[in-house]
């Protein structure tokens, strides 16, 4: 057998190895999901918008929810401020893609629902958990999609 290619093998089965004694640590303590904050709130007397208030580079599993209600509009998973920037970013460019400062293009189609829906930023407000390990994210945001069929993650809204 190719030595090269057994190595491969030796190392994916290593580091799939350390990865589910990772998930299992994490299996001994709940996520803590944080109190709903205000999507578009204004830093005191300034244009800009305050941070999100997540550790940076956070890994985490996050809600995008509807005030009026107290709906959950929305459940992703990522890093968490990239991500809720992002779907800001959409929202107050019209619910449409923006052009990133390098040129690329960034969409959002929760930024572009959440507009659709209602365009009052007032509205519209997050909550997140940390999880730390990027597959048991994506894992956990399918389960709780699946549980709690949030209207924007819907397969008719081009959701999952």
Sequence with gaps: MNI????AINNRIQ?????????KELGNREPVWSEPRKLFKKKHGKKQFEP???????????RIIYEPTGETMSIGCGIVS?????HRSVFLNGGKDYLSPGGSSNGSATGGHMYKYNTHRKNWM???C???NKSLAKEYEDVLIQSEKPLFNNKSMGGK
């Design 82 to 86: 990239t991500r809720l920037y992002r």
């Design 4 to 7: 090269l290619y057994q190595e």
């Design 126 to 128: 997050f909550s997140w």
């Design 15 to 23: 580091y799939h190895s350390e990865q589910i004694g990772r998930i």
């Design 52 to 62: 999100f208030g997540v550790p940076y580079r956070t890994i985490g599993v996050y």
């Design 130 to 132: 940390d999880i730390s």
